[in-house]
């Protein structure tokens, strides 16, 4: 469930990043939104992922046997 909070969140806060920077580059509102909804949507697929390869290398290097 922690992993569930802290994706949800991450995915917010890059979302409202994304969305700045890209309006901040192109100063066009519809552009950024695109960019700022897209570009998180792959990021926080990609942290899901990365944490779950942490947990599983955190299990091996304490002898645990891996999740199925």
């Known amino acids: ?3 569930v909070k ?3 969140t991450y995915s917010v806060m890059h979302l409202t990043v994304a969305f700045c920077v890209a309006f ?3 100063r066009n509102w519809q552009a950024a939104l695109a960019i700022g909804l897209v570009e ?3 990021q926080t697929v990609a942290f899901a ?3 779950r390869a942490w947990a599983a290398a955190e299990r091996r ?3 645990r046997p891996a999740a199925a």
């Open 1 to 3: 469930m922690k992993t």
């Open 6 to 8: 802290k994706t949800l």
């Open 24 to 26: 901040a580059l192109t």
């Open 40 to 42: 998180p949507l792959f």
């Open 49 to 51: 992922l990365h944490e």
């Open 61 to 63: 290097a304490d002898g």
